[in-house]
Nanobody, 128 residues
Framework: QVQLVESGGGLVQAVGSLRLSCAGSGRTFSSYYMGWFRQATGKEREFVAVIDWTGDYPKYADFVNGRFTISRDNAKYTVALQMNNLKPEDTAVYYC?????????????????????WGQGTQVTVSS
């Protein structure tokens, strides 16, 4: 069982930056794929990024386009999402997610149902 708590959300102007952090619990944290989803008001939840247990193989949604970087620190049980060059359309609640068994090359890699554990979410608002 993994419990996830996000932090770091807030209000930022367009082209600004924010760093989201997710603190995980459980001694098996390092064996989990960790990732981020987001949900804007009135829209479906969407995949943002995922990283494998080694931290060497990140995967991003196309809309990230080099602006975000996902990273993890297994010693501290944390995963981070550094977001640069933010746009108003990045406004959403961002959720930290985790799963032990995951295929980043399968047909369902982007689906929220692939992830077993979710944080409560943190609001990111980007003003124009």
């Amino acid at each position: 069982q993994v419990q996830l708590v996000e932090s770091g959300g807030g209000l930022v102007q367009a082209v600004g930056s924010l760093r989201l952090s997710c603190a995980g619990s459980g001694r098996t944290f390092s064996s989990y794929y960790m990732g981020w989803f987001r949900q804007a008001t009135g829209k479906e939840r969407e995949f943002v990024a995922v990283i494998d247990w080694t931290g060497d193989y990140p995967k991003y949604a196309d809309f990230v386009n080099g602006r975000f970087t996902i990273s993890r620190d297994n010693a501290k049980y944390t995963v981070a999402l550094q977001m640069n060059n933010l746009k108003p359309e990045d406004t959403a609640v961002y959720y930290c997610v985790a799963v032990q068994i995951y295929d980043p090359y399968g047909s369902s890699w982007y689906k929220e149902g692939m992830f077993d554990y979710w944080g409560q979410g943190t609001q990111v608002t980007v003003s124009s």
